[in-house]
């Protein structure tokens, strides 16, 4: 069990420019949902796949968000045209199928700032 | 916002006292779990109680429930200095397909030896 991966673990870019993160998850989990954490606050949800159809989505997920899971293995979520205020750690996280919500095992996160 | 709330928000204790974190949350809930996150990294899970469950233990970690209240309580005995972490609650909606986490802001806890 080699847990849950996540690239890059810290990302610096200017405003206005597009980010892409990548997340692994355990390899036998269907579900993998992508948070979001500011400092000193709990995980924000954003969005849950299951395999590869995308089932859930925060109204935090603006229309600059967008995430997919083809093939439903690895997971993107690309910000577009980044604001300040989008700095925050991405978390993903992925869990079997079962009790709902589960228990979710999470990746160290990526790092994101914007300036 | 959809997050509960916990209390308190920093505790710093000696080694060895018990530690007591509450967390409420909002709406009516399939279960309620219990995270830790060691500084600038992912979370941890500790354990998952059922709505339908009252207390449950593992380890040195004890959990409540009280869902007439919408509470939780995670209580960490004979703390050690490796306890020191953030400690979240994150409850599942009872909606239909609800599969997210709604997560508390956290307690920031300090053990000092």
């Known amino acids: 069990d080699t847990g849950v991966s996540q690239d890059p673990r810290h990302k610096i870019t200017k405003r206005g420019q597009n980010v892409t993160f990548r997340c692994d998850p355990i390899s036998e989990h269907n579900r993998l949902y992508w948070y979001r954490q500011t400092l000193g606050q709990g995980p924000e949800f954003l969005t849950y796949f299951q395999n590869e159809a995308q089932l859930e989505k925060s109204r935090l997920l603006s229309d600059r968000f967008s995430a997919e899971r083809p093939k439903g293995s690895f997971s993107t979520l690309e910000i577009q045209r980044t604001e300040q205020g989008d700095s925050a750690m991405y978390l993903c996280?992925?869990?079997?199928?079962?009790?709902?919500?589960?228990?979710?095992?999470f990746g160290p996160g990526t790092r994101l700032l914007v300036l | 916002s959809q997050q509960g709330e916990e209390d308190p928000q920093a505790l710093s204790i000696q080694e060895g006292e018990n530690a007591t974190m509450n967390c409420s949350y909002k709406t009516s809930i399939n279960n309620l779990q219990w995270y830790r996150q060691n500084s600038g990294r992912g979370l941890v899970h500790l354990i998952l109680i059922r709505s339908n469950e009252r207390e449950k233990h593992s380890g040195r970690l004890r959990v409540t429930l009280d869902t007439s209240k919408k509470s939780s309580s995670l209580l960490i005995t004979a703390s050690r200095a490796a306890d020191t972490a953030s400690y979240f609650c994150a409850s599942v909606p009872l909606i239909q397909g609800a599969q997210k986490l709604v997560f508390g802001q956290g307690t920031r806890l300090t053990i000092n030896p």
């Open positions: 996280a992925s869990s079997s199928g079962g009790t709902p919500g589960g228990t979710q095992y």
